[in-house]
């Protein structure tokens, strides 16, 4: 079978599968809508956030970032993980034993006031929507490459698709539906890892071919990568530009931004009980491991392989690959000095005679992962096989946030703050709208992004992290927070936030560079400060306010222990 | 299940210690390791691969530790939990 057929097949199977699933487990009631009924075991739930959690950019983008960035590249890599370890440590067990259905349940609840439940449904649906279109995006581009259908009619496949587990299921649907996502997505990832893995280092294990020899030369991998960056006139691939301030800036928000993002926290009221949560985190950062140590390594592979097939060769011999994805758009070559060669080189490069050379090669980073196959002549099922596990994991993700929307609206907005006497019936129905909309409003901004979409997608942790994170945690830690430190604390961390990421992007992005950023912090990374500014406001304005009332104190207390959690939203009800 | 008040600050108590205590190897090993003495430990090659330590501990180490220092944490409370009678299947 060829290419194209393959494709065909392994997305056909892995959706048809989905959707299997979804009839098998949709949702009855509200709790399972909202929560699974609460029933969910910690290994199963591990796995579902793992695949909820990395989205198109995981698995299609970060591999090929960070082949382009070298050592730069480790932000992801920490940042996307080290989050995991402040979920477990000082959210994930207290929010369980709290027993809300959503994020701004609790925020609600714990700070005793409509206004603060608001300014959190605010914030997580501005956080989904931009995070939700990039996905929408995603699945577009997968499919117009795959099946050779136009972007916007793949996004519209996806949208059905999403449509009918998101909807019907809610987060029962979606919880099953996602373990089917997390193995087929892992599954894909790691074939063709592997086989790169043996083909470069000789190494069955890609975590153990990064360290590992290269073949071809004989040297250890990464030096030869070091060489060939050498020579080209890049900087070292295991050192990398940015400065220290940047780079800490930008791992700090991308870890906290993932300990705040609400479609993560949902997943933990799922499990029965606290040590559940707690356990399930561990499970999601081990299921989430697996994808993320194994990317670096590509990577690796990846820009060795693409140097030494295209660089300096002639150009009426490139690889079919190429041309394929010439065709697309995503890869360019122009011919500067006309020698019909490709220059593919860094800025400091020279030609013998000491002259700079130009680059003449132009790739979107991310087709590196689409691509491999293809760069290492893999088998056409594997090629297939990469195809859908990229749709898994955007549409597990798209889920995942659809859901913390239609949450937000039919829960928060209308049965905590609006109609509190809507019927489960009528909750259920007005979930499943908001839910229905949602898609929709994704679907649209997924066809025709507005141009700040894909900027801001990566900002949806900036705002995460100054937003959610401090007052989770500071509503837990501290029993003296109160409602106006929690208000003051959302409003300033995300506005500071929101305005500096919206200055450098669409302002003025002339501005955007080095000298120019507030202590060396660029936009990517000013979610840290921004985390900063929420703490330091909310201790400053809680100090100079009246305390909590004392039912506060005491439910401050109880989530403390882990003891008589009862089933999700009993203590709120 | 009421516990008296004594008994419930000294688990909080040691619950922030072991948080504590995991957090510090997080921070070490990411942000120390990773990024802060990158170079210094750049220098050092770990034996038998192509791994300069600082590199390796910002793209591979570091999650490998963050997994671990989890569990740990699941181990502790689960047995602090018992400690203190405050497990779930005896409530």
Request: aromatic content about 12%; hydrophobic content about 50%; overall charge neutral.
């Amino acid at each position: 079978m060829n290419v194209q057929a393959w494709t065909f097949t392994l997305v056909a199977l892995s959706f048809a599968l989905y959707i299997g699933v979804a009839i098998l487990s949709r949702a009855g009631s509200t709790r399972d809508f909202y929560v699974a009924s609460g029933g969910v075991p910690p290994l199963a739930n591990g796995m579902a956030t793992a695949a909820d959690w990395m989205s198109a950019a995981s698995f299609i983008s970060m591999a090929g970032l960070i082949a382009f960035r070298g050592y730069d590249g480790s932000v992801f890599l920490m940042g996307w993980t080290g989050g995991y370890v402040l979920l477990a440590l000082l959210l994930a067990p207290y929010l369980r034993k709290f027993g809300a259905y959503t994020v701004p349940d609790f925020v609600g609840d714990r700070y005793y006031s409509q206004t603060a439940r608001i300014v959190a449904v605010v914030c997580a649906v501005f956080i989904s929507f931009t995070y939700v279109a990039g996905q929408m995006r995603g699945v577009g581009i997968v499919f117009s490459r795959f099946l050779e259908v136009p972007v916007h009619v793949g996004v519209m496949i996806g949208m059905g698709i999403v449509f009918f587990y998101a909807v019907l299921g809610g987060m029962k649907g979606i919880t099953y539906t996602q373990v089917a996502q997390y193995c087929v997505l892992i599954f894909a990832y790691l074939v063709p890892a592997i086989f790169l893995s043996l083909l470069i280092a000789g190494k069955a294990i890609p975590q153990l071919g990064f360290g590992g020899v290269d073949q071809a030369s004989g040297t250890f991998l990464l030096e030869r990568l070091d060489g060939l960056h050498a020579e080209l006139g890049f900087a070292a691939y295991t050192s990398g530009v940015k400065s220290t301030i940047d780079v800490l800036a930008i791992t700090a928000a991308l870890m906290v931004g993932t300990a705040g993002l609400p479609h993560v926290i949902i997943r933990f009221y799922t499990v029965p009980r606290v040590r559940d949560a707690r356990a399930s985190v561990g499970w999601a950062l081990l299921f989430i491991a697996l994808l993320y140590t194994t990317a670096p390594a590509v990577a690796a592979f990846a820009r060795t392989n693409l140097l030494n097939t295209v660089s300096g060769r002639p150009y009426a011999e490139v690889p079919e690959w190429f041309t394929t994805w010439e065709s697309t758009g995503l890869i360019a070559y122009e011919d500067h000095n006309g020698d019909g060669h490709i220059q593919f080189v860094g800025p400091d490069a020279t030609d013998p005679a000491g002259e700079p050379v130009r680059n003449e090669l132009t790739i979107d980073q991310d087709i590196m992962v689409l691509a491999n196959p293809e760069i290492a002549r893999l088998p056409n099922w594997v090629v297939g096989l990469v195809a859908a596990g990229g749709l898994a994991a955007a549409l597990s993700t798209a889920a995942g946030l659809l859901l913390v929307v239609s949450s937000a609206v039919s829960h928060d907005l209308l049965k905590r703050a609006l109609r509190p006497t809507i019927s489960e019936r009528g909750e259920l129905i007005a979930a499943r709208v908001a839910a229905g909309a949602a898609v929709i409003v994704a679907g649209y901004l997924g066809i025709d992004p507005p141009g700040f979409v894909a900027e801001v997608v990566a900002f949806a942790f900036g705002l995460a992290a100054s937003s959610f994170f401090p007052i989770l945690l500071l509503g837990i830690f501290s029993r003296r927070m109160n409602r106006e430190g929690a208000i003051a604390g959302m409003v300033s961390g995300i506005t500071f936030t929101a305005a500096y990421i919206v200055y450098f992007k669409f302002v003025n992005p002339a501005a955007n560079v080095p000298e120019n950023w507030w202590f060396g912090v660029s936009p990517e990374g000013i979610g840290a400060l921004g985390m900063l500014v929420n703490f330091g406001v909310a201790l400053v304005v809680s100090a100079l306010t009246p305390p909590p009332p004392a039912h506060v104190g005491a439910l401050v207390d109880s989530i403390r222990v882990p003891s008589g959690a009862g089933p999700a939203h009993e203590i709120s009800a | 299940m009421p516990q008296p008040k004594r008994r419930q600050s000294a688990y909080w108590r040691r619950n922030l210690r072991y948080v504590g205590a995991l957090l510090v190897v997080w921070f070490a090993v990411s942000y120390g390791a990773g990024i802060l003495f990158v170079e210094q430990l750049d220098r050092i090659r770990i034996p038998g691969t192509g791994f300069p330590l600082g590199f390796w501990f910002a793209q591979q180490g570091s999650i490998y530790v963050f997994v671990v220092l989890i569990f740990i944490y699941v181990r502790l409370m689960n047995r602090l939990d018992r400690e203190f009678g405050l497990d779930e299947d005896g409530s």
